[in-house]
Nanobody, 120 residues
Framework: QVQLVESGGGLVQPGGSLRLSCAASGSFVSISSMGWYRQAPGNQRELVAT???????DYADSVKGRFTASRDNAKNTVDLQMNTLKPEDTAVYYC??????????????WGQGTQVTVSS
């Protein structure tokens, strides 16, 4: 009874910017971590950024200084501001959240994914 919906993907030129958004909806008690993963064809799915509950944001080394994740606990949303985009950033980006449907019973939920393509 939990749904994560991403938006904001698309085609952008190298050096450009894009902002992704993810909203959690449904019936649940709380959300622990929220963040973003990405997967390019032939590659493993990798962590981009994650925001633990009560902790600081962790970023992959490849995006540090370029990407910024932000979270709104009241609205159950997480955004990813992507600047200075490179062709290597091309991938399907997935929203992830640890959600407690019942008290102290957290499990992982994933969005459907949104395509980000960085190309001239």
């Amino acid at each position: 009874q939990v749904q994560l919906v991403e938006s904001g993907g698309g085609l952008v030129q190298p050096g450009g910017s894009l902002r992704l958004s993810c909203a959690a909806s449904g019936s649940f008690v709380s959300i622990s971590s929220m963040g973003w993963y990405r997967q390019a064809p032939g590659n493993q799915r990798e962590l981009v950024a994650t925001i633990p509950s009560g902790g600081r944001t962790d970023y992959a080394d490849s995006v540090k200084g370029r990407f910024t994740a932000s979270r709104d606990n009241a609205k159950n949303t997480v955004d990813l501001q992507m600047n200075t985009l490179k062709p290597e950033d091309t991938a399907v980006y997935y929203c992830h959240a640890g959600v407690a449907v019942t008290t102290n019973t957290y499990q992982a939920y994933w969005g459907q994914g949104t395509q980000v393509t960085v190309s001239s």
